[in-house]
């Protein structure tokens, strides 16, 4: 994400380290940490991975196979280190800073206009629902995209969990605060916690989907452990990553890049290939990985499930 007030610390996606220079750099600190040379440096390797998950039991999880990708998976290697997290820093390379995070405790609250309010952790949500694998494909508003295989569970087995009363019409998800290990929220411009929202409506669509593992293990921490949203069809800004809170309201939540610049980011950010962003086309994308320029497809290729939601709108800004 970059923003149109254009700061020395917003990093465009073009303007990021590249990959072959990042990678490049790691060999090195890698060989010098197998070397010794790193030891007592306090410049020791951090994990890529969350190796002492609670939840590991229960990965590898049974594949959904209504769900078929139209190109190759994006390599584990790739997808998990190249991330968009801003509370662990504005560039892409946030994995290591990302390893801090704490996901054990962790509580989901359910609250607002729901029969059944709650805090619930997080393991027993995870047993509670029935876990399966999709293969999602996923696209950044930065125009770059990943195809992905996701584990969890439908989004609407947690709406009829929380049990929405008549009038509520939207869901306001939050993720954590804690300055102590997100530096990135030491950042004041940013109105955090990082929130988003969906219409009840989206929100039991189909694909909606709470993602607990990835790449056939739970979440790894860059991905959003322990809980973030999938919401394949709109740009990648509304996958709300280390969800604490999910609020059922009468009110549009106003998500963080809408606070942020309501010009460029809204509340409906479905893809579109024939509406630009105001400074960049969204006609193609760049594959992670490979590289290749793909064309851009409506609703990200999943028109089908999703284009009745949004028919009889009108004077909606759908694209952005
Ligand atoms: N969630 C939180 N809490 N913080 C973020 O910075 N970035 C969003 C989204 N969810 C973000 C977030 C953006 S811009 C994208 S493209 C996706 O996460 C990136 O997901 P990935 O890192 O798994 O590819």
């Known amino acids: 994400m970059n923003i149109l007030k254009k700061r020395s610390w917003d990093l465009a996606e073009r303007e990021a380290t590249p990959e072959s ?91 607002g206009m729901v029969d059944n309010p709650q805090t619930i952790d997080v393991d027993d949500l995870i047993s ?8 999602y494909r996923h696209r950044c508003v930065e125009a770059w995209s990943m195809a992905v295989p996701w584990s969890g569970f439908a989004l609407a087995d947690l709406v009829k969990l929380a049990g929405p009363q008549t009038g509520a019409k939207y869901l306001r998800f939050e993720t954590f605060l804690d300055p102590s290990v997100a530096s990135g929220q030491k950042q004041s411009w940013y109105p955090w916690p990082y929130v988003e929202g969906l219409t009840l409506e989206e929100a039991t669509n189909e694909l909606a989907f709470i993602a607990t593992g990835v790449y056939g293990k739970p979440l790894a921490k860059q991905f959003g452990a322990p809980v973030r949203l999938v919401t394949p069809w709109k740009y990648g800004f509304k996958c709300i990553k280390s969800i604490v809170k999910i609020t059922f309201t009468d009110q549009r939540p106003v998500s963080f890049w809408e606070e942020i610049q309501s010009s460029e980011y809204g509340f409906w950010a479905n893809v579109n290939p024939s509406v630009p962003h105001r400074r960049w086309p969204q006609s193609s994308e760049r594959v992670l990985g490979t590289n290749e320029r793909r064309n851009t497809l409506l609703y990200n290729g999943y028109e089908e499930q999703v284009a009745y939601l949004y028919k009889d709108m009108k004077g909606e800004l759908l694209f952005m």
């Not at 509670?128 to 293969?135: A, I, S």
């Open 21 to 111: 220079v990042f990678l490049n750099r790691r060999q090195i600190l890698a060989g010098l940490a197998g070397s010794g040379a790193l030891l007592g440096s306090g410049l020791g390797l951090r994990p890529a991975f969350a190796e002492e998950d609670p939840s590991a039991g229960l990965y590898p999880v049974k594949r959904n196979e209504v769900y078929q990708l139209d190109r190759d998976l994006t390599a584990e290697e790739i997808a998990s280190k190249y991330n968009n997290f801003y509370e662990f820093g504005s560039h892409k390379q946030i994995w290591p800073a990302a390893q801090d995070l704490k996901i054990r405790p962790w509580t989901v609250t359910l609250d």
């Open 128 to 135: 509670k629902m029935p876990l399966e694998e999709r293969l």
